[in-house]
């Protein structure tokens, strides 16, 4: 049936045809294509903007809140009553300021990691994660400080064993947690991202076969259109000839 309608078609039209069909499909395959690049743009971005740059903010945090640990360490070993205090010529509010700027950083990038999109999971764990810093922070590191800045060293050594080390095990096992968790989500986006990819890959591998088929009867179609053509004109020329020649 197909190839009846095919025949009954002047050569101009199945070449108009061809064009058409030629182009649609073009298009077609255009739209995939940038259907298929925006999506993969999409899934970077997300990974990027709502992954990557947490996972840093956390991994910060934790760094700086070992730093902190660190320099409280040393700022206790100031105690004249400790007989190592004299390897510490210089004064305590050297680590106070470092511990002051690694607080004001650890803010920073806390306050920035809520205002990144956070599914429930990240939003339950960010509950937990919150008070067990501001606990840590006001109870813990400012606390040492201040007994530091009063000479206090004792109370400083004993705040930074009992409440700080405390407060920073359960948060430091909390974040362990909110960094496990991008991974896993980075996982299925990248998971996401590649069925994504195998789909356009499909759809355009059925489509241009379709199409090489449809083009290919086409072409067929038009040469044979072409050959009966010029056959018919063939044999005028000879009938032609002969008449002539009679």
Known sequence: ??????????????????????VLLLILLSIASARALSNSADSLETVYVDRLIPTGQLSRIKYELQHIQSELLNAVQHDPANPGS?????????HISAIMAAKKRVKEDWDDYLATYLTATEKQLADTAKPQLSHLLTNGIDTTVSQLRQGRFVDANRTLLDVVQSDNRDLDNTLDQML?????IAEQEYL??????????LLSVVTTLIAIAVLSLLSWGIISGIS?????????????????AG
């Open 192 to 201: 996401a991202a590649k069925a994504t990819y195998r789909h356009t890959l």
């Open 180 to 184: 496990d968790l991008q991974l896993r």
């Open 86 to 94: 004299a390897r510490h010529a210089h004064p305590t509010d050297q």
């Open 1 to 22: 049936f197909l190839m009846n309608k095919l025949n009954n078609l002047t050569i101009r039209s199945r070449l108009i045809g061809l064009i058409i069909f030629a």
């Open 228 to 244: 009966a053509a010029v056959g018919r004109l063939e044999k005028a020329s000879i009938q032609l000839a002969g008449l002539s």
